[in-house]
């Protein structure tokens, strides 16, 4: 309600604020949650809360009237559907050089990702959170991020049975004759729901191509994690379809934040405004840093540092499709759940994921998602012609990603005598090298904040999520995302509160 005074506001429902939430409830402080998206707890007309990948209606794409799938052609032809108007799960944020995909409802990036949970290896760590202390994060945090996110790993004999894996034991093998190191990928998803959905004894879901636009079953999401614990402290309360715009210092004392209240057009019913005494931005990379330059730009917040808004990378996110010989079969049942990646990130600076195509046909492709090393970082700054935050990454800057992932699929190529996909990303195109969906950055750790997230200059205003990473994390980063807020957050307990 307008005009109420709350001890912590957290803006945004996802990893970083999720933990933020259980653990300030836990240590008996009251919390509010904001989320601009859905509550996604209440099924359709279909009886299902979440729409399919083959079937994406209005419940797919945050207020497009158009789908815009990642993969977005198929045969050379463009596979996008109209769509109405909603406030749909999966929000395709379209910036100059680079669309930036993101989860938009309580959960943020967990209702609409892979659920691949991969802790960095030890060597990698120290590029990836310099002012951290590893040791901690390997002894503790980590653990504490994986235990709570609910991570395991896919039962290797099970992998080698399954129909569903054809297309990932294809990806093993082409791997390990190239010589490279081959590497299971634990999940939040739960396995054994999975082996009962390819026994056909449950209601499918990552068989039944559920994914980008939320699982129906079987994803352990943060609202059956994190979020289902901190409610059940009884001190947290969610408001979705409520989107902060403005936080400022309060003449005695605390923050006022100002929130539009949204319907499922995307219109504004109400401005409401509460008195915070502490408020964590925990709205993602991309949402955090346009909160943070716009508000130190039009004065909201004077004292933020000029390290707001940089540092912002991509993970170094590119895609492609390699072309199979009719004897390497990736399957028509692929489970949505990637469970395998082939580790290069030593030689050649690439991690890559191997993907599902989960078209229900037999499509003799294999796909990927690499994660790379790309050491290009861009920057937000506020438009005040437009009203908007701008980034200035360009799509050239993509390169380096491409050359990296090279190091693994041109070798693999020479191998088995394949050609890379032309098919999937255009007409004749081969990287999909216009998209990320792990930004990274804009309010960097030890930089725009001090090295426990508190942002320099304003007592009480913290930021919790994935833009304190310097672009970057060597693997998938929702573990590094949930462990690193989980040290933050005890650190803030213990000595700001
Ligand atoms: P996150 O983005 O999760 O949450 C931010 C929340 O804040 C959102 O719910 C948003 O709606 C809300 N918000 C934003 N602005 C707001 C405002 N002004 N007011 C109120 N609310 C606001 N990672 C991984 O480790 N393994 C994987 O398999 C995948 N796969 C994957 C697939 C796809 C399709 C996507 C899009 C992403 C992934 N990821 C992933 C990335 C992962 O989901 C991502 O890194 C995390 O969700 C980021 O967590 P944060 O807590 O930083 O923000």
Redesign the pocket.
Known sequence: TSGARVPALV???????SVAALRLAQAGVDVHM????MAWDTPGPDGKIFCNTREPDHRSYWLRTRSKAPLNYFLGFPIDRDISRYTGILDAEDFSGITV?????VG???L???????TPKRENFGAVLPSVNAAEMYDIYYPRANAGLGVSSVDPAWFDSTACYQYARVGRKHAQRSGFPFVFVPDVYDWDYMKQEAAGTVTKSALAGEI?YGNNHGKKSLQQTYIARAKATGRVAISPL???TSVAPAAGGGYTVVIDQLNTNGDTTATKTVTADRVFF????V?TSK?LVKLKATGALPNLNDEIGKGWGDNGNVMCGRANHMWDPTGSLQSAIPCAGIDNWAAGGAFAEVAPLPTGIETYASFYLAITKNPNRAQFSWNAATGKADLNWQTSWKQPAIDMAKTIFDKINAKEGTIYRTDLFGTYKIWGDHLT??PLGGAVLNKATDNYGRLTGHPGLYVI??SLIPGNTSV????T?TALAERNIEKIIATDL
């Open positions: 803006i945004g429902t996802g990893y970083g604020g904001i989320e601009m998206g995909y993101q989860g938009r409802g943020g990036g967990s609409v990702n892979g659920g691949m949970a991969v980008l409520h989107k902060v925990a709205a993602g990379s949402g909160l969906y792990h999520d994935g998938n980063p929702f573990v995302i």
